[in-house]
């Protein structure tokens, strides 16, 4: 049988090695090259690295992509834990409901939720004209459009579906008798969720933070269209190296740079996962 699974296995594992690895390697090979004038010298260096190591300005774009990542899975895991938990209580029908509603979103393209949404914040947008016919503004707020406020709040948008799934997961796994028991002893409902329900619920927590901090610290659209000024990101920077600038090898470097800091946070997040309850018994299954 192992062998026939070893033979299942084997396009899939093909397709993996041509369509995933093999690009990677190419590009952290690319990655210790240097251009010279119009050519790439495929002479190894590490002047590469060493250049991200010393620009501020590298830096400064690494860390504010990770500093959103982590704004936005903040964010999302806030609104996101009542409204897993909401649906997690659902049965049958109104369950599938519920999750198909949340999903709706990601039916459309990129493209469009973000001109919906420029639709949605600009001057003359929706939101504007609700405020100046309220009364609450004299003059359309241009904060809303074209700034960090407009780029995250799109980001929220776009991942919170990510992370309520990685929680609703988690409430599934959730054994209700325990929460119960923790009320009947006396515990306040910030008590139970402290140190019953949020431990519990900590491996959906850790998949869905994970889901929502890739997709933003690789979000190139949404801050491009939304930002304004603050929508230099470096996934942009890396696509300018490898367009305009051709300085492939130093674009190759960054994104290596940051697939190895994401590896980083993935490994931590598994580690994370490992200490909890049921971290270890998966471990203990396997073992």
């Known amino acids: 049988m192992s062998r026939i699974g070893n033979w299942l296995a084997a396009p899939v594992a093909a397709v993996l090695v041509a369509l995933c690895l093999a690009p990677l390697a190419v590009l952290f090979a690319y990655s210790f090259f240097q251009v010279d004038f119009v050519t790439i010298s495929t002479d190894p260096t ?5 250049r991200i190591a010393g620009s501020a300005t590298y830096r400064a774009l690494i860390g504010h992509a990770f500093l959103s990542g982590a704004v936005v899975v903040a964010i999302t895991a806030l609104i996101g834990y009542p409204v897993a938990w909401f649906i997690a209580r659902r049965g049958g029908v109104r369950k599938s409901a519920l999750l198909t509603l949340l999903l709706v979103p990601l039916y459309t393209g990129d493209m469009v939720r ?7 914040l600009g001057a003359e947008g929706v939101l504007n004209r609700l405020f100046l016919w309220l009364g609450l503004i004299d003059q359309p707020l241009q904060v809303l459009l074209f700034s960090p406020v407009a780029s995250h709040l799109v980001l929220v948008y ?8 990685g929680l609703w997961l988690g409430f599934e796994a959730l054994d209700e008798r325990l929460t119960e028991a923790a009320r009947d002893l006396g515990a306040p409902a910030r008590e139970v969720f402290r140190r019953v329900t949020l431990p519990l619920t900590l491996p959906g927590l850790i998949a869905g933070g994970m889901m929502v901090f890739v997709l933003v610290v690789g979000d190139h659209l949404t801050p ?21 600038a051709f300085d492939w090898p130093l674009g190759s470097a960054i994104a290596c740079t940051l697939l190895a800091t994401l590896g980083l946070c993935c490994a931590l997040a598994a580690f994370a996962l490992s200490r909890t309850e049921l971290g270890r018994s998966l471990a203990a299954g396997e073992a």
Request: aromatic share 12%.
């Open 46 to 50: 590490l002047k590469n690295y060493a």
């Open 224 to 244: 491009q269209l939304l930002g304004g000024a603050s929508g230099v990101t470096v996934i942009s920077a890396i696509n300018d190296l490898f367009g305009t």
């Open 114 to 120: 973000i001109f919906a949404w420029r639709v949605i």
């Open 158 to 165: 776009n991942c919170l579906p990510f992370m309520v799934i």
